[in-house]
């Protein structure tokens, strides 16, 4: 019998990281999420289950169960990283009850003793002495024979047009495991233009005639008259009338946010894709000529999803907001297919059964 090297996604959302593992020829078995409002479209584009469970309450049994006898079981999990973010370091969020997820994607790894793991996060994680939830999962996965490799990676250096830095984690029961090398540079990386540059003009408010994705949020007059003076990579501190510069600009700790309402730059990645993407007001998510915030679709492509991966059911009855948090939380579909590129190398190496 040929040997699959079959996946389970735990914290899966809408499926970026299991349909970029597919998209590299791995086997999706089944996705977990708390939300179900995810489930159309892990089903839809991976092809497969979608259980609405909270980690906590599921079993390794049920996991086995899902593999078949003869699979390559790799486990994967991007537990939602509010709990591990720059602003929560700044306070004592020890006690917060999030950080259990990591605890129990240990725990569950323990019960399924999956070959592969991987695991991707922020980078504020590495912070051992503020997050000693990461050193306690790699100890776990030490101590139970995995051997392990995590990196901090920049997306862009893999083709994807967003400049994303996130920790990266590789664990084999096998042997040494890896992410594989760079596929892009500076000279050759990704920018926004090569992402969203050919999508048809639209205003705020407006959406598309051609693509109901191409949406873009309303703006407030005095929100257009910001993104009117504001100029690609420039900031309100200088592009702004004093008289459209917010109350909190003028705190000392307003002056450091200089990135909110501005615009992206043709020539560059984009900022990092956030829970907020489409909101001007929430960081550098101005388009860089329209006078507007990017719209879903922008978001979407920025994230390197493809035109044909179905977000939605039904076009006429879709939630903006709750889309945008999809698409913005999501894992980037083309570093998803990357890792699975990466599992297959390790695999074919260190498993002659798989892939003959």
Known sequence: MKTKVSVIDLFCGIGGFSYGL?????????GFDIDSSCEYAFKANCHSKF???DVKEIKGEELNELYAKNDIKVLVGCAPCQPFSSYTFKHDKQKDLRWQLLYDFS?????????????ENVPQLLNFKKAPVFKDFVDNLTNNGYFVWEKIVYAPNYGIPQKRKRLVLLASKF???????STH???NYLTVRDAIGH?????SGETSVHDFLHKASKLSDKNLQRIRQSIPGGSWKKDWDDNLKLACHKSSKGQTYVSIYGRMKWGEPSPTMTTFCTGIGNGRFGHPEQDRAISLREAALLQSFPMNFKFVENPEDFRFGN??????????????KIIGQSIIKHVKKHFTRAFS
Do not use: T, W, Y
């Not at 725990?107 to 695991?119: F, G, K, L």
């Not at 999508?199 to 205003?203: A, F, K, N």
């Not at 945008?324 to 570093?335: H, V, Y």
């Open 22 to 30: 597919s998209q590299s020829g791995l086997n999706i078995k089944a």
């Open 51 to 53: 259980l609405c469970k």
């Open 107 to 119: 725990r569950i790894i323990n019960e399924v003793e999956p070959d592969i793991v991987s695991m």
């Open 175 to 181: 042997g040494n495991i890896s992410l594989l090398s």
């Open 185 to 187: 540079s500076p000279e």
């Open 199 to 203: 999508l048809e003009p639209i205003e």
């Open 323 to 336: 889309l945008s948090k999809q698409i913005g939380n999501a894992f980037p579909p083309k570093l998803g």
